[in-house]
């Protein structure tokens, strides 16, 4: 079977064809998700997201209108460090389908380590919220080791200094949790799930941890 004789099945789903019709214009492909690909596109050396359509619906899914709210969030909020850079946006048609694609800085994926620990953080908001971070730090601490034996990794953070530290020093972590406890009460606000396992956390080649995809919608039938 030809790459554009299928469709890659997801929440959202991508025509095998936008793929076989990037990859021969020298795109790099990075990976997927449950409703978009990434790639490496060569003349600007940015991430192109594309966003896949949802089976049944027409016009743009709520899905596509989600991470629409998401790149504005992101553009409104450009000089937090621990948000993506997105540099453009713009929607196109694919066998009579309507796709987005968005152009970010390209990121790192991030050590297990640092990913068990902010995989907890979006855990730990009521604390951000009081401003209570010492007690935010030693429960993602605590989560993160539990998580951590249970996959058999065998490791251990000696205290709640070297947590800080894995996140980026004092500034650093804190901007990021701010920024997670900003971003719940967005999708709060929207109806959005938070979907922050340490999967949807990347970083900056000078390590900064970026909250790259942090929402998922529920679609009732």
Not at 47 to 65: E, H, M, N, T, W
Request: overall charge neutral; some cysteine; glycine content about 10%.
């Amino acid at each position: 079977m030809r790459a554009d004789e299928f469709t890659i099945e997801m929440a959202g789903e991508i025509h095998g064809g936008v793929r076989k019709a990037l990859m021969d214009k020298g795109y790099k492909y990075l990976g997927s998700g449950i409703d978009k690909q990434a790639y490496l596109e060569p003349s600007t050396g940015q991430a192109l997201i594309i966003f896949g359509y949802r089976k049944g619906v027409d016009d743009f899914s709520p899905d596509q209108r989600m991470f629409i709210n998401w790149i504005d969030y992101c553009k409104k909020h450009q000089n937090n460090p621990s948000l993506p850079k997105f540099s453009g946006f713009e929607s196109f048609q694919f066998r009579g389908k309507n796709y987005i694609q968005a152009r970010m800085e390209p990121l790192q994926e991030l050590p297990k380590n640092i990913g068990s620990l902010v995989g907890q953080i979006d855990q730990v908001t009521k604390q951000i919220g009081k401003g209570n971070f010492k007690a935010a730090y030693k429960r993602i601490k605590s989560n993160a080791e539990f998580g951590i034996w249970d996959e058999g990794l065998n490791e251990y953070f000696e205290d709640i200094e070297e947590v800080i530290n894995l996140l980026g020093g004092p500034e650093r972590a804190e901007n990021l949790l701010r920024t997670v406890y900003e971003v719940a009460k967005f999708a709060k606000k929207n109806k959005f799930t938070v979907d922050l396992h340490g999967g949807n956390y990347m970083q900056r080649p000078d390590g900064t941890i970026v909250v790259n995809d942090p929402f998922v919608l529920w679609l009732r039938s």
